[in-house]
């Protein structure tokens, strides 16, 4: 028995990084799965790769629409695509910088929670994962338009968690601490070491580490959890 037997999930950013450890987690626990993304996905069992960029609606309305026309339903939405694209502070974010990282990590998860909600409250259940940080809860020098939009996920979600309580559709937030992704990858060394070395574990987290706590908020197990944060960081947010 799979933990996600006859669910159907919508990750976004499914391509790589965390999204794919995501993906490929669900569909080994049973979950049909729909992996969407700017770009091409690798092929893989139990995983259908489809285009969507999360900024724009008539993308989610296209593959919202299919989704539900094939299953007449939608369980699971993870919405994990998001960007850094800009570590300048304040002074130096440029308005198109800003817009775009918003666009992305807040507006694309309002769409996406706004796209799949008729579904599951249609259905009367359903399981939203929303990807805020570590930076959604605290500040860090620069990237002031990643941290105001992780800032905005994490309350967002509470929003969202409280409003449709009563109709049995949770919605929580995933934090990740710095975790080995394409994204962490391109960055400076210099600045990994320097985040690690805040890290009381004092190492990177894994994609996989991420995908099972999202593994368990998808899951009917997690059932009286909503609006809740779940941390995944190595301790960095307890200091
Ligand atoms: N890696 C970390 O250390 C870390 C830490 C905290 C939070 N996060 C968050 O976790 C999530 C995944 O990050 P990652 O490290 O796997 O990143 P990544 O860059 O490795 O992967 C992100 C994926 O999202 C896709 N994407 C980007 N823009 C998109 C759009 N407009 N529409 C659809 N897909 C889009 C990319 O093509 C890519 O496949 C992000 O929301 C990120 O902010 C990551």
């Given at each position: 028995m799979g933990r996600l037997d006859g669910k159907v999930a919508l990750v976004?950013?499914?391509?790589?990084?965390?999204?794919?450890?995501?993906?490929?987690?669900?569909?080994?626990?049973?979950a049909i799965v729909y992996?969407?993304?700017?770009?091409?996905?690798?092929?893989?069992?139990?995983?259908?790769?489809?285009?969507?960029?999360?900024?724009?609606?008539?993308?989610w309305t296209r593959v919202v629409d299919a989704i539900v026309k094939t299953h007449g339903r939608?369980?699971?939405?993870?919405?994990?695509?998001?960007?850094?694209?800009?570590?300048?502070?304040v002074h130096e974010t440029d308005a198109e910088s800003w817009n775009r990282v918003l666009a992305v990590n807040l507006t694309g998860s309002f769409i996406g929670m706004q796209s799949v909600?008729?579904?599951?409250?249609?259905?009367?259940?359903g399981s939203i994962i929303n990807f805020?940080?570590?930076?959604?809860?605290?500040?860090?020098?620069?990237?002031?338009?990643?941290?105001?939009?992780?800032g905005g996920v994490r309350n967002m979600t509470k929003n969202a968690a409280v409003t449709y309580a009563k109709e049995n559709i949770r919605v929580n937030s995933v934090h990740p601490g710095l975790i080995r992704t394409p994204l962490v990858e391109a960055q400076p060394d210099e600045m990994n070491a320097g985040i690690i070395?805040?890290?009381?574990?004092?190492?990177?987290?894994?994609?996989?580490?991420?995908?099972?706590?999202?593994?368990?908020?998808?899951?009917?197990?997690?059932?009286?959890?909503?609006?809740?944060?779940?941390?995944?960081?190595?301790?960095?947010?307890?200091?």
């Open positions: 976004t950013g499914g391509a790589q990084g965390i999204g794919r450890a995501v993906a490929v987690l669900f569909a080994q626990e049973g992996a969407g993304d700017v770009k091409a996905g690798a092929a893989a069992k139990g995983i259908e790769n489809v285009t969507l960029d999360v900024s724009q609606q008539a993308d939608i369980d699971i939405l993870v919405n994990n695509a998001g960007i850094v694209k800009c570590y300048g502070p909600l008729p579904a599951m409250r249609k259905a009367g259940k805020s940080s570590i930076w959604g809860n605290v500040g860090v020098p620069g990237a002031a338009a990643y941290n105001a939009a992780k070395a805040q890290t009381p574990m004092g190492r990177m987290g894994t994609p996989q580490e991420v995908a099972r706590g999202c593994l368990f908020l998808a899951s009917d197990e997690s059932s009286f959890m909503t609006g809740s944060e779940l941390v995944i960081d190595g301790g960095y947010l307890a200091q």
